[in-house]
């Protein structure tokens, strides 16, 4: 059964920086694209990071050039580095699989997510 287990959120000024893990079990990891996300009050959840089994990268557009995101396969876990931050990344963030893994909820698939981890970025 997958776990995703994320950490590392919580309350930041702006122009300040933090670094999420989230620590995977339940899978093979090392082969899996994963990915980090989040959701904002009222949004829809949102890709902002992903990064193969072979190390390649790729970042939204919002975040392109403050977040890094990297993985250790012996650990089984994904990080992701918060540069730079503005009141606009505040949101609950989620690592996930790109494209999510799925569940079975009251016979229905679902996708499964974590607790996530928040961050708040506010002076």
């Known amino acids: 059964q997958v776990q ?7 309350l930041v000024q702006p122009g300040g920086s933090l ?7 339940g899978m093979i ?11 904002a009050p009222g949004k829809q959840r949102e890709l902002v990071a992903g990064i193969t089994n072979g ?7 919002s975040v392109k050039g403050r977040f890094t995101i990297s993985r250790d ?21 989620y690592c996930n699989r790109d494209p999510p893994f799925r569940t079975v909820v009251a ?6 997510w974590g607790k996530g981890s928040l961050v708040t970025v506010s002076s």
Do not use: H
């Open 29 to 39: 990891f090392s082969i899996n694209t994963m990915g980090w996300y989040r959701q």
């Open 4 to 10: 995703l287990v994320e950490s590392g959120g919580g």
């Open 107 to 112: 016979g229905t698939r679902v996708d499964y």
């Open 19 to 25: 670094r999420l893990s989230c620590a995977a079990s």
């Open 73 to 93: 396969n012996a650990k089984n876990t994904v990080y992701l580095q918060m540069n730079s931050l503005k009141p606009e990344d505040t949101a609950v963030y």
């Open 55 to 61: 190390g390649s990268t790729n970042y939204a557009d």
